[in-house]
């Protein structure tokens, strides 16, 4: 508090009395009861059952809650882009070089085999790298023209046309017409404004950009929502209508880099043996068990991690099927190098 009188100060006595201290019961019990939570705790599950009626919440009558149940084939699966980018490259690389191999090998020298399936492997993992980025790119640009034409198209239609193309995506799951126009009510709410002007190029937007000041990078403009493209008619056509989704651009690099590397890997493991091996048919007899086994091996890892049909009968069926791939592609290689080897 400040003095009202600083002329005829009283020495200080005019000011207010301190604040007494807190106790150190109070500061123990705001230490262990932060305001926000930082961290989860076990009793966040019972927390939600409790505050769920009994009628909807079955822990109340079987002790158990349901989100604690699992079934009898639940698996953790990984990222479906990145599985798919992985399989593209792997496979490929456990067919196409060990066929290169198999070929190269009929000539009898290690030393053309090494050199050979060396360059095939960095010009195929480069070429499937940039692949493997291009299709993410058209992936990108198709969804941006889509978003683009479908955004136009609600601008210029009626209500009662989004009503109709609404009803024909949540009428398939069972929704009435009524809920539908309810839905579509609010979704058109949420419908960012369309575009004033028409977009501006790849390099104006560029230029545009940097120059900004570094704190301008990354603030929204008055009014505008960053996430607004999310939201809305345009985002639940997209989505649920033509089934696509906006792929971000770090996938472009994601998917070169995991096609690329997933093609390298593959391909070495069947050049392996002819560094060790000097004479060529030999080394080609182990390459042809340690390629087998990778392409089993890979088999049975793609059918569980892509959510396959699982149990004995199941991975045996995805280890023979890549097995047969590999072996079809090696086998047709070796057989030509052979037919035309006139030596």
């Not at 822990?59 to 009898?72: F, I, N, P, S, Y």
């Not at 002007?197 to 390099?203: K, M, N, V």
């Not at 545009?208 to 570094?214: L, T, W």
């Amino acid at each position: 508090m400040v003095c009202q009188n600083p002329e005829n100060c009283c020495g200080g006595s005019c000011l207010s009395n301190k604040l007494p201290k807190r106790s150190q019961q109070v500061r123990e019990r705001n230490e262990s009861n932060p305001v926000w939570q930082t961290r989860a705790t076990s009793s966040d599950e019972e927390t939600y059952a409790e505050g769920s009626s009994p009628g909807k919440c079955d822990k109340h009558a079987r002790g158990v809650c349901c989100r604690e149940l699992k079934g009898d084939d639940e698996r953790n699966l990984i990222d479906p882009d990145f599985v798919k980018d992985a399989i593209i490259g792997l496979s490929d690389g456990l067919a196409v070089p060990p066929a290169l191999v198999a070929g190269l090998a009929g000539l009898g020298d290690s030393k053309l085999v090494i050199l050979g399936g060396l360059s095939e492997i960095v010009a195929g993992a480069i070429s499937m790298g940039l692949g493997g980025y291009l299709a993410a790119e058209a992936e990108m640009n198709h969804f941006k023209y889509l978003r683009r034409v479908t955004r136009q198209r609600v601008a210029r239609s009626c209500a009662g046309e989004m009503e109709r193309e609404v009803h024909d995506v949540l009428g398939s799951v069972g929704l009435s017409e009524e809920i539908s126009n309810e839905v579509t009510t609010s979704l058109t709410k949420l419908e960012p404004p369309a575009p004033a002007q028409a977009p501006s190029s790849f390099l104006r937007s560029l230029i545009e950009k940097f120059a900004k000041k570094p704190t301008q990078l990354h603030t929204p403009e008055e009014g505008d929502l960053r996430w607004s493209d999310e939201f809305g008619l345009t985002a639940f056509l997209l989505k649920y209508g033509e089934g696509v989704e906006e792929v971000p651009t770090s996938k472009l690099i994601k998917s070169a880099i995991t096609v690329g590397m997933g093609y390298a890997i593959g391909g070495m493991w069947p050049l392996l043996p002819f560094f060790f091996i000097s004479e060529a048919h030999e080394a080609f007899k182990i390459s042809i068990l340690v390629t087998s086994f990778v392409l089993f091996t890979f088999g049975i890892l793609k059918q569980y991690y892509t959510g396959g049909t699982g149990g004995f009968g199941g991975y045996l069926y995805g280890g023979i099927s890549m097995l047969v791939v590999g072996a079809l592609a090696a086998g047709s290689a070796y057989g030509l190098v052979k037919a035309f080897d006139t030596r």
